[in-house]
């Protein structure tokens, strides 16, 4: 069964570095989205993207996130600066527009700013 | 009032029992609906869509009332490995899914 991947599984970082995470989207899928899950909260939209360009972005996707479709089958999401705050799970999901909004999610990255 | 709004649990119930949540929603332009699951440190997992006549996958049951603007998911015949985070998810547009906190049902031997 095809499925979203994400790497890296787990990603150490201090704080105001750049960071990359990365994600394969299920190969037919045109919609891509990120969302992130802080600790014992509840999962939070941040962005969609569909046709090489943002759909949708939250309040949360502030200046310092950006999304890329660097080639045809990875999306990645940047961190410019970060922060304690952006430490949380980041999972990325995709979907199929046939399907209507069903949203497949990969395993998730586990941000640790420090 | 929330977008999305669930009773967080936990829900503590035996093997073979039947559980059901509510889930409410605030947007009445809402389309579409869903239950996933969240086991603890995973991904959510897509369990069902909840269509307007409501639907059935093996034991579970979703059931939507625009009117009252309430979702809901009925499991039967409870499992072990039922117990999970319940999330209930409603669109906010066409391209964004809002997340409820989810409800946590523990199932017993």
């Known amino acids: 069964e095809p499925e979203v991947t994400q790497t890296p599984s787990h990603q150490v970082t201090q704080m105001g570095q750049e960071v990359i995470l990365r994600c394969v989207p299920i190969s037919n899928h045109l919609y891509f989205y990120w969302y992130r899950q802080i600790l014992g909260q509840k999962v939070e939209f941040l962005v969609s993207f569909y046709n090489n360009e943002i759909s949708e972005k939250s309040e949360i996707f502030d200046d310092q996130f950006s999304v890329e479709r660097p080639d045809g089958s990875n999306f990645t999401l940047k961190i410019r600066s970060t922060k304690l705050e952006d430490s949380a799970m980041y999972f990325c999901?995709?979907?199929?527009?046939?399907?209507?909004?069903?949203?497949?999610f990969g395993p998730g990255t586990r941000l640790t700013v420090l | 009032r929330k977008e999305v709004e669930q009773d967080p649990g936990p829900f503590n119930v035996p093997e073979g029992a039947t559980v059901a949540f509510n889930c409410t929603y605030s947007n009445s332009a809402s389309q579409s609906f869903f239950w996933y699951r969240q086991d603890c440190r995973k991904e959510p997992k897509l369990l069902m869509s909840v269509y307007s006549s409501g639907n059935e996958d093996g034991r579970f049951t979703a059931q939507l009332n625009r009117a009252s603007q309430y979702i809901s998911l009925l499991i039967r015949d409870s499992k072990l490995s039922d117990s999970a985070t319940y999330l209930c998810v409603v669109d906010s547009s066409a391209s964004k899914i809002i997340f409820g906190s989810g409800t946590r049902l523990s199932i017993r031997p």
């Open positions: 999901a995709s979907s199929d527009p046939k399907g209507g909004q069903d949203q497949f």
